[in-house]
């Protein structure tokens, strides 16, 4: 079986949608009636975007947002006119030392994990039955949108937390002796609960499900479905996971995302893929280009490697052309996606040096 | 069939193709002679959760049984024609010398000699093991107790598997591990990176000759699966510099094969007749390319250190490459280039310390680090020290190279440090007998005898009975 392709016509249909999402939320954001401070604030002392953007490719406009916008800045610079007076969430991004990078939010988690509930089945994921999550929690987006996932789905999530700012601190201070004491405090309390709750459906890191996978038989445990992110996942990490962590009898479904993109699914792997996992950014919401790391304004050809750069386009945060930490493999559309995915994402520059994630 | 041989992880028995290789490269020319499929630690410890099976499949041979198939491995390794990989490739013994010789630079008359090394341990191996066992009656081992030497006697396993971290630099340390099979002991090898081959011949000798495929690891696989092995396997070797060396210090279930700052000491008795013994230490300097642990490499002298140095450098200086079939090979190549890079500059950073004369650079014509039909050698080096004090005077270099420094006979074992193999050139009764008194010498030479001379019957670091078996008191009822 080949690898399934994308119509020609699907792709300019999920194109004409994506340029008639962008002028929505260009008026949104650049209109002083609904807009925040800080876009109609740049709006003034650069150009007008509701002029100047018709459709995507005009996106190149933008210069490149710089993340220190969302350290430097309090968080009420982001707070879109219509939204003024209701009091937002504030999720922070993951394993930062020093400020970290903050973006507020009210419904987008729960819109982009309820679409994601879609994408996984009733069979890894039973609906009603018990979630476990067990990595960052704390204030991270992720904590309250698998949360949400799992009650969208009719099921309730216990949490274990891990805290990715210590481990980093461990790493950094090369205290691995303690890196993995904590670590595997934080499994055996996984490990505790599985044992004396009935629980189907499990999110994790890559690094901790392993772990967990090491101390208990996930399947005896009664876990079905596994939800997994966090950090990259090589195709042999992957195939490592489905063949001998989960004994090819456990759905798993690598994701990618972050506070400020929201989530980006995998499609199901198929022989052809050879564990090398391809992901698809939740377009018009968000969207993912793989650029030229010299000439950002360039995307790279289809299968050639290139640094990931973000969009994001909801109404309650846009942010242009914001590059990633991260290098990754472009990709063609793929059925149900209309658009580019990503393939084998991982840290930029990882080729060139070694570049800790970190245990989780 | 593809044209590059892929060697796969061997999985206790089972091959293993993994997403991830890594390519063998020609030292010269970059032609990848071979891709190994590398894994990750977590393979690494689920396997190891099940080692059990691999010390059951060995159990199932009496230790006599398993010597005479490791005879059998010896003549299959040294002549006979082997698998290599998964891809239907094998491999003569004239590829194995060629291969090996191009990715890792050795030539081809060291692989030889290496190859000679690994065959004689294997094949007389029983002769090992009771050097080993000081004579121990192997069936005791068989079943567990029995009678010997007038009294009752009792051995177990210290250990579910034997786990190597091998180097890249000299194939013969894979004879270190060859006993364990004979005392039932499965190996967990992580192979060096430009030195797959041979333990991957050797594994393939062991299971052609008869012993399951079940009691061998071979894993390629990162930093962390490498500790693994290290943690898990209960008793393990591993080979580096004093860095690595300093991780592992203290810890009983680790076998440490780290520099060996090996020496020549000359007492006052001696001195006088310096000249006949420079035949005998300019080969311990650099036979097997100087890469060996047991290569010398310091000369400590009462007097005469100028003269010596002269010597040396006149006898060893003018090696220069050679093409790697030449049979009169003296020098090896460097796969890693930056290793070289390195070495030479610390040699250089050394010299710019007053008080040490590079000694051999007028016989060289050229620089130390010399390119030769695109491979990267470095040339002997004889440093002259006026004394211990002096950074160069106790350096281990993975290439010919010594130190000769003054001291007078009386401080020799207060300056010398740890010392692997030392050959004392005294017939000074007293002298001999502090220097057999001395704790910091692992292997003892008295007269001129190389460092270089190995004895399997009297391991000269660390032995690998003891390191795998131990003695119980027991006393039974019926």
Partial sequence: MSIPTVAPELVAKA?????????????????????????????????????????????????????????????????????????????ETGGTTGMPKQRIGWNDFRIDYSEFSEKISDEHFPR????????????????????????????????????????????SNKQFDVAKQYMAHVVDQAATILQHRKISGLFTTPKLLEALGEKINLWDAGI?????????????????????????????????????????????????DNYSATYYAPQPRAVLRVVNPNKTDETVAYDTWGRVELTTLTKEFFMPRFLERDETIRRAPRPPYAWDGVGDVRPFGAMEKNIVEGVY | MSTVPHLPVLRLGRNYESLEKFEVKDHKTGEVKALVSNVNAGIVRRDLGKIGSARAALKKFTCAQLVELSARAGDLFLNGTLPLGDKGHTQSPQQYIETLSCTSGLPWNMVRRNMDKVHFALTNMKFVLNGLS???DLNILDNGTGEQFGTKLSYFPTCAALGLVMPSNSPAVNSLWIPAISLKTPVVIKPGKEEPWTPYRLIQAFIAAGVPAEAFGFYPTDHEGAGEILKLTGRSLIFGDKNTMAQYANNPAIQLHGPGWSKFLIGDDCIE????????IAGAISDNGGRSCINASAVVVPKYAAEIAEALAQKIGPFAPTRADDPNARLSGFANVKMADFIDAQIEDGLKVPGATDVTAKYRNGPRKASFEGGTFMRPTIVLCDSFAHPLSNKEFLCPYASVVTCPQSE????????????????????????????????????????????WDQPHEGNMFEFLWKRRSIERAW
């Fill in chain 1, 15 to 91: 194109k004409a949608e994506l340029d008639q999402h962008l002028l929505e939320i260009i008026e949104w954001h650049f209109n002083p009636a609904t807009g925040c401070p800080f876009w109609l604030d740049w709006a003034a002392k650069n150009f007008d975007p509701r002029k100047e953007i018709t459709r995507f490719e005009d996106m190149l406009k933008f210069p490149h947002f710089q993340d220190e916008f969302l350290r430097d800045l309090q968080p009420e610079v982001w707070v879109p006119a219509q939204f003024k007076g209701k009091p937002f969430n504030i999720f």
């Fill in chain 1, 128 to 171: 009603g039955g018990a979630w476990l999550m067990m990595g960052p929690t704390g204030p991270r987006r992720l904590r309250l949108a698998i949360e949400h996932l799992a009650n969208v789905r009719g099921s309730s999530c216990y949490f274990i937390d891990l805290d990715p700012r210590f481990v980093k601190k461990l790493i």
């Fill in chain 1, 224 to 272: 079905r479905g596994v939800f997994c992110g966090g950090t990259s996942m090589k195709p042999q990490e992957i195939r490592f996971i489905i063949e001998e962590l989960l004994e090819n009898r456990i759905g798993f479904y690598p994701t990618y995302g972050n506070t400020l993109m929201g989530l980006a699914a995998s499609v199901p792997l198929q022989p052809e």
């Fill in chain 2, 134 to 136: 000081r004579g121990l």
């Fill in chain 2, 273 to 280: 007749n310096w000249r006949d013994y420079i035949d005998v």
């Fill in chain 2, 412 to 455: 020799m074992l207060h300056k010398i440090g740890y010392t692997l193999a030392a050959s004392v050139i005294t017939k000074d009764a007293k002298f001999i007998e502090a220097v057999t008194d001395f704790a910091e010498i692992d292997r003892l030479n008295i007269g001129p005898v190389s460092t270089m001379k190995i004895s």
